[in-house]
Structure formats: C-alpha cells, structure tokens
C-alpha cells in the first residue's frame, strides 16, 4: 500500500510561534515532495516542493525532507493569524507516476 | 500570475443526471489532473491527461467518468449517471512539461441529491 500519513490535528498556537507540520510515506519509492495549503473550501494552494533530502527555505517556510526515515516537515516561523488552514503533503509514489498522494491534512490555527 | 480556473463553483445535480464539469488550465501546462475531496477525506487522484490521451487513472475513474479537452483550453470532466457518493469537491490541477508541481484550482463542489 503506497500511503502518505500525516499527524493528526488539530493544531492551535499563538501567533508568533514556531510552528512543525509532519508527514512519513510508506515506502522509498516515493518521489517529489510537496506541501499544499488549503484554505476551508478552497483549493490546494502549492506553498513549496522539493526532491532531495535536506532543508529548502522560502521566506517564513522551511520544507524538510529525510528519505532515510521517509520523513518529510514544513516549519512556518513566526506564524500568523493568516496561516490559519489546512496544510496538506503529497508526493508521486514512484517515479514515472502522474499521481500525487496527499496527506489528510493538519488543520492549523494561529491565533493573535 | 496564471492560474487554473473552474466552473461552475458549485453544481447541483439529481441522482442518475450527467455532469459536466469544466476547467482551464494555466495556458502553457501540458499536464492535465482531476482529483476529488470527499468532505473530511483525502484528496484522492482520478486522473491525469497527456498528448490527448489518459495517461494514469485511478480505481474510482471507471466507465462512468470520461475526460476531454475539447479545445486548446478547455478540460472537461464528465459523469455520467451520478451517484450519492459522487457528492464532493473536484479540483483539476496541471503542470507544465518542466517541473512535478501540479497548480490546483478552486474546485467544483458537486451535490448529487
């Protein structure tokens, strides 16, 4: 089963605050990895996506991937009451596949 | 900046009527996706699309869903006999030849009654 598991939610911080997001997959096949943000009965917004192991920083967003624990992080520093959302992950569970798998998704609120 | 639009932004339908749901992707994609949100569920992949041609599909694509791009811009879902269980958001994402990253758009939320 080529699965994408994400923790559990909800998750409520003041604003300000560090904020950790995680996912694991199920398997080392999996390529390409992606967090999506979305916003109650919107779309999934595209925040950052990355392939290899290591950090990949984008204003207040870092995405963290570790292939030898099939473990992927998105951290939001100083967060806001504007990152309030749903974060999803997703990766391509094999190379050549044009299907992303998501997470469920961790339900955020930053609260001012 | 481009973006992937849909319509119609909710769609209302009977049991066992087809439905038609349209998307745009962003100009120069050649990846085209639909995906569905079951309220408090995953985002589950349904299908992908390539040189006019399904390239992936998923389990829940059978014969009662169909895709098209009936012109340069236009992508169109269709179901054809809808079901309860068909009630959900759809959302087509694409991408371009480039990059893995599929842009979504705002989704259709589908209300099979």
């Known amino acids: 089963q080529k699965e994408v598991e994400q923790d559990p939610g909800p998750l409520s911080v003041p604003e300000g605050a560090i904020v950790s997001l995680n996912c694991t997959y199920s398997?080392?096949?999996?390529?390409?990895f992606m967090w999506y943000r979305q916003y109650s009965r919107k779309g999934p917004e595209l925040l950052m996506y990355?392939?290899?192991?290591g950090n990949k920083e984008d204003g207040r967003f870092t995405a963290q991937v570790d292939k030898s624990s099939k473990y992927i992080s998105l951290f939001i520093r100083d967060s806001q009451p504007s990152d309030s959302a749903t974060y999803l992950c997703a990766s391509y569970p094999r190379g050549g596949s044009e299907k992303l798998v998501f997470g469920k998704g961790m339900k955020l609120t930053v609260n001012p | 900046e481009p973006e992937v639009t849909q319509t119609p932004s909710h769609q209302v339908t009977q049991m066992g009527q087809e439905v038609i749901l349209r998307c745009v992707p962003i100009?120069?994609?050649?990846?085209f996706y639909w995906y569905r949100q079951i309220l408090g569920q995953k985002v589950e992949f349904l299908v992908s699309f390539y040189n006019n041609e399904i390239s992936e599909k998923s389990e829940i694509f059978d014969d009662q869903f169909s895709v098209e791009r009936p012109d340069g811009s236009n992508f169109t879902l269709k179901i054809r006999s809808t079901k309860l269980e068909d009630s959900a958001m759809y959302f087509c994402a694409s991408r371009d030849r480039e990059g893995y990253e599929q842009y979504f758009g705002p989704g259709t939320r589908l209300t099979v009654t």
């Open positions: 398997n080392s096949a999996f390529q390409y």
């Open positions: 100009s120069n994609h050649l990846y």
């Open positions: 990355t392939y290899s192991s």
